[in-house]
């Protein structure tokens, strides 16, 4: 196991509404990741997080924003969910060249 | 924009057959890294490679990475059923981030 834990692990929400998801390691990786994977598709990096600060964001509108906290535990939030924001939302804490991913997390919007 | 291609999409082998996947961007890669992703799990990293020409060996799977670092591939000797899954290359354009392109996958079925 990667010792990085996501929560919740299923979500439904309806259109418009906002979610957060968050995301937790063992490790002390001071760096993490968020990506959004569609099915059947490859993940989608979203932003990364390093010590606090973002540091690096994909191609994601503003209503996908996020936070590490000082433990470098991480939530993402999206605001004024879309059908399209379906997805598994999955965080990755990233160690001497390699990335560690969570379970992640199945949104689904209806 | 930056863009990782991966091909092929599928790919169904008898058990002992080999298996390869490629990778491919537009532009010069800072290194490459491959994942592995089993049906309604995440990705699990396999390696990374950094060197032009680098070649990287674990047990069955050999990986490489081209010369102009715009190309790297996957290969499975004598496949066996525990390598079903989703085949990830996942490119990096800058070196010291974490900011990885992920490639769309090769999804590999090993008929027994």
């Known amino acids: 196991e990667t010792g990085v834990t996501q929560s919740p692990t299923h979500l439904i929400k309806t259109r418009g509404q906002q979610v957060t998801l968050r995301c937790s390691s063992q490790?002390?990786?001071?760096?993490v990741s968020w990506y959004q994977q569609a099915l059947g598709q490859g993940p989608q990096f979203i932003f990364q997080?390093?010590?606090?600060?973002?540091?690096g964001r994909g191609n994601f509108p503003p209503r996908f924003s996020g936070l590490q906290f000082p433990n470098y535990s991480s939530e993402l939030n999206v605001n004024a969910l879309e059908l399209d924001d379906s997805a598994l939302y999955l965080c990755?804490?990233?160690?001497?060249?390699?990335?560690?991913f969570g379970p992640g997390t199945r949104l689904t919007v209806l | 924009g930056q863009q990782v291609m991966q091909i092929p999409q599928y790919q169904h082998v008898q058990e002992g057959e080999d298996f390869t996947t490629y990778c491919n961007s537009s532009?010069?890669?800072?290194?490459i890294q491959w994942y592995k992703q089993r049906p309604g799990g995440h990705p699990v990293f396999l390696i990374q490679?950094?060197?032009?020409?680098e070649v990287k060996k674990q047990k069955r799977l050999t990986f490489q990475f081209g010369e102009a670092k715009k190309n790297s591939s996957l290969h499975i000797t004598a496949t066996q059923t525990t390598d079903v899954g989703t085949y990830f290359c996942?490119?990096?354009?800058?070196?010291?981030?974490?900011?990885?392109?992920f490639g769309t996958g090769t999804r590999l079925k090993v008929l027994a």
């Open positions: 532009t010069t890669l800072s290194n």
């Open positions: 490790s002390g990786h001071n760096t």
């Open positions: 490679l950094v060197k032009s020409g």
């Open positions: 990755a804490t990233a160690g001497y060249n390699e990335q560690f």
């Open positions: 996942a490119g990096s354009y800058t070196s010291g981030t974490y900011k990885y392109i």
């Open positions: 997080y390093y010590r606090e600060e973002e540091n």
